[in-house]
């Protein structure tokens, strides 16, 4: 008898913990089911909890991310997709990225509110202290999006294919597969329209692209330095062109850096695609910095586009919320961060066709 006393207990409590596990998930499938009609698939719902699994804290978690959706008393994290920036696009919605190097960053900024993380080949400067992005390699890309992805929270992980990773379609393919297996959501590479053939072949595989136009630093020994790009007509004109061949190719994002505001504004407009912008002025979809910039860690002069935001704020988690904000309120970018279609008299008049 008490033999099967002592048997009944664990069983008992199995029977409770699955009844549990049933009442939760019967919960979860209403979230799903509601949130449907904010665009949220069942596969766009985090699994877990990263805090550890207090399910009814929705309201102060919501008010720091915005990753977090409430259906009634309960709420959900939902995963940034590619489709968010398409729906951001199409509602006018402006969207903060940032570039990301490690858990840490990664868990603050995608709890701040930052939508993509961008693991930059930037990551030469900033982290091994290159005088340029040229030295980094495929798998030095590879080791930050595994620290990386650990740390995000429901933000699209992008990853840069760096330096000569995509020189033929075979190491496009390769390095790209390489960077989505370590948990990349979508790759970018810095060119112009000689991108579409690649763009092409990585899209009909299901990898994501986004195209970084303007001033591409691996491009910094042909560009003669880091300059602003795009000033002169014809090239203004070119980039257009090219940004919709890039569309046409299938590109999910077009990323624009330090071109003058009305340039920016032109391919905006005329891309149906997110575009992001770096210097790019305010007219662009989305924004992005570097972390270090942000938070005025880099040594050397800034560029004109940087804006340190720690230097108003008491912490790195209050500095990359502000930036978030100010992105969203059309803030940031100000005047005095954006360059203008002639040089002398910093004037821009828009003129660029
Ligand atoms: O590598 C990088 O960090 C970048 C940003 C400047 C957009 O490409």
């Known amino acids: 008898m008490k033999i099967v006393g002592y048997a009944l207990y664990p069983m008992m409590i199995l029977i409770v913990l699955w009844m549990w596990s049933r009442v939760r998930g019967m919960k979860l499938e209403e979230i799903v089911e509601k949130s449907a009609d904010e665009h949220h698939e069942v596969n766009d719902i985090f699994a877990e909890h990263p805090r550890g699994g207090d399910w009814l804290q929705f309201e102060s978690w919501q008010k720091e991310s915005r990753h977090w959706v409430s259906c009634g008393e309960w709420c959900v994290q939902v995963k940034t997709t590619i489709n968010t920036f398409t729906e951001h696009k199409k509602n006018g919605t402006k969207f903060a990225c940032l570039t990301a190097y490690g858990y840490c960053e990664a868990h603050v900024a995608s709890g701040a509110g930052v939508e993509l993380l961008l693991v ?41 294919l760096p330096f000569m990773s995509y020189y033929s379609e075979h190491t496009t393919l390769k390095n790209a597969a390489v960077l989505m297996r370590e948990g990349a959501q979508a790759v970018k590479l810095e060119g112009g329209a000689w991108l579409a053939n690649s763009t092409r072949l990585l899209v009909e595989r299901g990898v994501p692209v986004c195209a970084h136009m303007g001033l591409t630093p691996q491009s910094v020994n042909h560009l003669g330095g880091y300059r602003v790009q795009g000033r002169d007509p014809v090239k203004a004109q070119t980039m257009i062109d ?49 972390l270090h910039d942000l938070l005025g860690l880099y040594p050397g002069k800034p560029a004109k586009f940087v804006k340190n935001f720690l230097a108003s704020n008491s912490s790195v988690h209050a500095a990359i919320q502000n930036y978030v904000s100010d992105i969203k309120n059309e803030i940031f970018p100000a005047p005095e961060q954006c360059y203008a279609w002639f040089r002398k008299n910093n004037l821009d008049c828009g003129i660029w066709r």
């Open 120 to 160: 930059g080949d930037s990551l030469g400067m900033v982290i091994q202290g290159h005088d340029s992005s040229l030295p980094v390699t495929i798998e030095d890309v590879a080791y930050h999006v595994r620290c990386v992805r650990r740390g995000n929270q429901g933000a699209l992980l992008m990853a840069d």
């Open 242 to 290: 090219e940004a919709l061949v890039l569309q046409e190719s299938g590109a999910s994002f077009i990323l624009l850096e330090c071109i003058p505001v009305s340039l920016g504004k032109a391919i905006t407009e005329k891309l149906d695609v997110p575009v992001i912008g770096i210097g790019a002025g305010p007219h662009t979809d989305g924004q992005i910095m570097v």
